[in-house]
């Protein structure tokens, strides 16, 4: 499964989902390069990850609007003599502010700059780290583009439109790009997924939005649900998919509505 010098460059990935999917490829023996808006928080994350799995780890700042420090990254991963085979780009703008993630972004008061940024994270920023990527895979005959979308991108929640609209944008975009490199051996698909167990998740408490209760297989995503689904994509496991998306939300968006609304009507009724 892995080639020589083979990596993956996972954004976003100092924690949480993204630290996960870092944690699953480096299981598999692969060496991981990973960024965060904080310097030290994915240098720190990148050396637990050399310490506990024996591979090749490095973390990098990386922050939006600023295409040069992408390039310097990348030239720098050049220096180590390793190629990055898989690039998941799981960093993203939620469209809500941590104050309090339930409340969104109001459409009649939220600051036009705030909205813009979401597209800038989620769409602009990750085409500047594409683009460095794919130039390498062509240089060594190919590699797979993995992105973190959301199930929102069909199915909107409250005021959280520049978010899903910009889910939406990737989706489009993965298909673009599985056309436009397709002829170097480029592959690139979407991850969809839907809630996940995230510490923000768990510390919002009865102010969450969306659990088990209300998913066909009674069950949200874990890290590793999410993982498993970026290793698949990411790898020669699919290496005749592109261009397509894998829902892994626990059904939440196969169904019409949550069987719990029939129950809640009954005793409403009752």
Not at 24 to 39: E, L, N, P
Not at 44 to 66: H, S
Not at 146 to 167: C, G, L, M
Not at 178 to 185: E, M, N
């Amino acid at each position: 499964m892995k080639k020589q010098n083979s990596s993956v460059f996972i954004t976003g990935a100092q924690s949480g989902t993204g630290y996960g999917i870092a944690e699953h490829f480096a299981k598999k023996g692969f060496d991981v390069f990973i960024t965060s808006r904080s310097g030290t928080d994915a240098e720190m994350a990148a050396k637990k990850l050399a310490d506990t799995y024996k591979i090749f780890a490095k973390g990098y700042e990386c922050n939006i609007r600023n295409e040069q420090q992408v390039i310097d990254i990348f030239n720098d991963i050049d220096k180590t003599g390793r190629f990055v085979e898989t690039l998941i780009l799981n960093a993203a703008n939620m469209g809500f502010y941590p104050e309090n993630p339930a409340a969104g972004q109001d459409f009649f008061t939220v600051p036009v700059e705030d909205f813009r940024e979401v597209f800038e994270t989620n769409l602009a920023w990750n085409f500047t780290i594409i683009r460095q990527a794919a130039v390498r895979m062509r240089e060594n005959g190919g590699g797979s583009v993995v992105f973190i979308s959301s199930n929102t991108a069909y199915r909107a929640i409250p005021n959280r439109a520049a978010y899903s609209a910009s889910k939406g944008g990737i989706n489009s975009l993965s298909k673009a790009l599985a056309v436009d490199l397709g002829q170097y051996g480029i592959r690139c698909n979407v991850v969809l997924p839907g809630t996940i167990k995230t510490e923000r998740w768990v510390q919002m408490g009865n102010k969450q939005i969306v659990n088990g209760t209300l998913t066909p297989i009674g069950d949200i995503s874990d890290f590793e649900d999410i993982a498993n689904a970026c290793f698949f994509l990411g790898t020669d496991l699919s290496k005749n998919i592109t261009g397509t998306e894998l829902i892994v939300d626990g059904g939440m968006s196969c169904q019409l509505y949550p069987q719990i609304l029939n129950e809640l009507k009954i005793k409403a009724q009752e």
